[in-house]
């Protein structure tokens, strides 16, 4: 039941306040990369 296990972890890691959390730094992250990439100036246009 090894799936049932990973299943359960899923759920209740995205049932809680972490996962908010990370996908927020995750999308900042992505954001001052693409802001500071060669694709800024299109990104900033959006």
Known sequence: M???LLTDTFNRFFESEKAGGLLLLFATII?????????GPQYLGV
């Open 2 to 4: 090894p799936t049932r």
């Open 31 to 39: 954001s001052v990369a693409l802001t500071n990439s060669a694709l």
